[in-house]
């Protein structure tokens, strides 16, 4: 089976995106549905847990995004040595993988812990409000480790193209945390605390499932074994020049998240916060099946770069990018569409159900920028796997602050547009830096092709 995914990202890149996209766009799915079902299990407790957990929104995409961002860095490094037919180096590559996993576990784990209270207060965050944040922050911040191996060893098994065995994991471990939530939440009487510890203990045992193949049972392609470890700083180097931007990318992310949230909560106070981050709970969902075709854009880009194949290299991005645009507008028209009905399910109690026209209106507004952002995605993931991280990172910053930030600010005080400011800002922004990053990225490959002589 490791040598047919191996052969399958050699082969015709628009086949192998697409195949590798499906199981990789199920798996995020499902692990967004920790948070939906989170989201769905906390609102039972009432608004001030539901904005409690709000502020915790984008600590926890650092958190989340480094593990994912560092399990990117694995999969652009292998990708290139499998492209290139380098099996040593891929292996040795899987195995300083694992060395960066858990020294970043232990150092994020320690300052975030230490940091939490000061920087939920800096975000607004007080009174009930903060001991909700707090408490469902604590247990996601100790339970990092199995967040950081969870999301980098996926990584190393995206790198040789070996995505089904992940989603079954991901299957396995969201059942589990559905069925833990209430009985945590409510049988346990661990309220907001409940929800995250369960997020923790599903994601313990997809790192455990996932290790035992690489470690024990050894039946991945690439081969990790600690016998005879050497610290290899040029493959440490290889791998974070796209783990770091790419963790970066996350810490960037959720800086403009914070800037969302104090200009909503000036704007509309708890209502508007608890507004925005129960429809951005929908618009991460919404946006994990792109993410999804650029994680296999990853592994196919790096591929055939590893192997210097310019016009695979163009067809895997472009096949990305056409992929993504047609999936984003069905999922724009669903989201527009049925606002409404998506909106009641995360506000279904009496105390909650005020929370309903502004959450539709959120997702009218805000979420049609999807449509290009299926363009862009694929473009960012492209970068890293080519091994530019740092490209991605840049693209980042312009569409979450520089392009999102001052229309928001121009919107809601310049034409007094309120929280629908906010909302379109974030549409427009995006789309706008979207079209920017897939031209710069037709650009490169162009530059490419030219240096590779095909």
Same mark, same amino acid.
């Given at each position: +089976?490791?040598?047919?995914?191996?052969?399958?990202?050699?082969?015709?890149?628009?086949?192998?995106?697409?195949?590798?996209?499906?199981?990789?766009?199920?798996?995020?799915?499902?692990?967004?549905?920790?948070?939906?079902? /989170?989201?769905?299990?906390?609102?039972?407790?009432?608004?001030?847990?539901?904005?409690?957990?709000?502020?915790?929104?984008?600590?926890?995409?650092? @958190?989340?995004?480094?593990?994912?961002?560092?399990?990117?860095?694995?999969?652009?490094?292998?990708?290139?040595?499998?492209?290139?037919?380098?099996?040593?180096?891929?292996?040795?590559?899987?195995?300083?993988?694992?060395?960066?996993?858990?020294?970043?576990?232990?150092?994020?784990?320690?300052?975030?812990?230490?940091?939490?209270?000061?920087? @939920?207060?800096?975000?607004?965050?007080?009174?009930?409000?903060?001991?909700?944040?707090?408490?469902?922050?604590?247990?996601?911040?100790?339970?990092?480790?199995?967040?950081?191996?969870?999301?980098?060893?996926?990584?190393?098994? !995206?790198?040789?193209?070996? +995505?089904? !065995?992940?989603?079954?994991?991901?299957?396995?471990?969201?059942?589990?945390?559905?069925?833990?939530?209430?009985?945590?939440?409510?049988? +346990?009487?661990?309220?907001?605390?409940?929800?995250?510890?369960?997020?923790?203990?599903?994601?313990?045992? =997809?790192?455990?499932?996932?290790?035992?193949?690489?470690?024990?049972?050894?039946?991945?392609?690439?081969?990790?074994?600690?016998?005879?470890?050497?610290?290899?700083?040029?493959?440490?180097? /290889?791998?974070?020049?796209?783990?770091?931007?790419?963790?970066? /990318?996350?810490?960037?992310?959720?800086?403009?998240?914070?800037?969302?949230?104090?200009?909503?909560?000036?704007?509309?106070? /708890?209502?508007?916060?608890?507004?925005?981050?129960?429809?951005?709970?929908?618009?991460?969902?919404?946006?994990?099946?792109?993410?999804?075709?650029?994680? =296999?854009?990853?592994?196919?880009?790096?591929?055939?770069?590893?192997?210097?194949?310019?016009?695979?290299?163009?067809?895997?991005?472009?096949?990305?990018?056409?992929?993504?645009?047609?999936?984003?507008?069905?999922?724009?028209?669903?989201?527009?569409?049925?606002?409404?009905?998506?909106?009641?399910?995360?506000?279904?109690?009496?105390?909650?159900?005020?929370?309903?026209?502004?959450?539709?209106?959120?997702?009218?507004?805000?979420?049609?920028?999807?449509?290009?952002?299926?363009?862009?995605?694929?473009?960012?993931?492209?970068?890293?796997?080519?091994?530019?991280?740092?490209?991605?990172?840049?693209?980042?910053?312009?569409?979450?602050?520089?392009?999102?930030?001052? @229309?928001?600010?121009?919107?809601?005080?310049?034409?007094?547009?309120?929280?629908?400011?906010?909302?379109?800002?974030?549409?427009?922004?995006?789309?706008?830096?979207?079209?920017?990053?897939?031209?710069?990225?037709?650009?490169?490959?162009?530059?490419?092709?030219?240096?590779?002589?095909?």
């Amino acid at each position: +089976m490791a040598n047919k995914n191996v052969e399958l990202m050699r082969g015709e890149p628009e086949k192998a995106v697409k195949k590798l996209a499906i199981p990789i766009m199920i798996s995020m799915i499902l692990t967004a549905l920790y948070n939906i079902v /989170d989201g769905i299990w906390v609102a039972g407790l009432g608004p001030t847990a539901i904005a409690g957990i709000g502020f915790v929104t984008p600590i926890f995409m650092v @958190l989340n995004g480094a593990s994912v961002g560092l399990g990117n860095g694995a999969t652009s490094s292998i990708a290139r040595f499998i492209g290139a037919k380098n099996h040593e180096k891929a292996n040795e590559s899987a195995t300083q993988s694992f060395l960066i996993f858990f020294i970043a576990s232990l150092v994020l784990t320690a300052v975030f812990i230490i940091i939490q209270e000061p920087l @939920l207060k800096s975000y607004g965050a007080a009174g009930q409000t903060l001991n909700e944040a707090v408490a469902y922050a604590t247990p996601l911040f100790l339970g990092l480790i199995a967040l950081m191996f969870s999301n980098g060893c996926s990584g190393i098994l !995206r790198g040789e193209g070996d +995505m089904k !065995r992940a989603m079954y994991v991901v299957v396995a471990t969201v059942i589990l945390n559905a069925s833990l939530d209430p009985i945590f939440i409510y049988v +346990m009487g661990w309220g907001s605390a409940g929800a995250s510890l369960a997020t923790v203990i599903s994601a313990l045992i =997809a790192a455990a499932i996932i290790m035992y193949w690489i470690l024990i049972k050894k039946d991945t392609y690439v081969h990790v074994t600690f016998k005879n470890f050497k610290f290899n700083s040029t493959l440490i180097k /290889d791998i974070l020049k796209v783990g770091i931007p790419s963790s970066l /990318d996350m810490l960037i992310m959720a800086i403009a998240m914070s800037i969302y949230l104090i200009l909503i909560s000036q704007v509309g106070g /708890d209502y508007g916060i608890a507004t925005f981050t129960t429809g951005q709970r929908l618009y991460l969902f919404a946006i994990m099946p792109l993410t999804a075709i650029g994680s =296999a854009v990853i592994a196919v880009s790096g591929s055939a770069y590893g192997a210097r194949n310019g016009d695979y290299l163009s067809r895997a991005h472009k096949f990305g990018a056409k992929f993504g645009l047609a999936l984003g507008t069905a999922i724009t028209l669903i989201l527009v569409i049925f606002a409404t009905p998506l909106a009641t399910i995360f506000a279904y109690t009496p105390e909650t159900a005020g929370l309903v026209p502004g959450i539709a209106e959120y997702l009218q507004l805000a979420c049609p920028t999807l449509i290009l952002t299926g363009i862009g995605i694929p473009s960012s993931f492209f970068y890293q796997g080519i091994g530019k991280g740092t490209y991605s990172l840049m693209f980042t910053v312009l569409r979450e602050i520089i392009f999102v930030v001052p @229309l928001m600010q121009f919107l809601v005080f310049e034409l007094n547009l309120g929280l629908v400011g906010v909302w379109l800002g974030l549409c427009i922004g995006r789309a706008i830096a979207s079209v920017i990053n897939y031209i710069f990225a037709r650009y490169e490959i162009k530059r490419i092709r030219k240096n590779f002589g095909n």
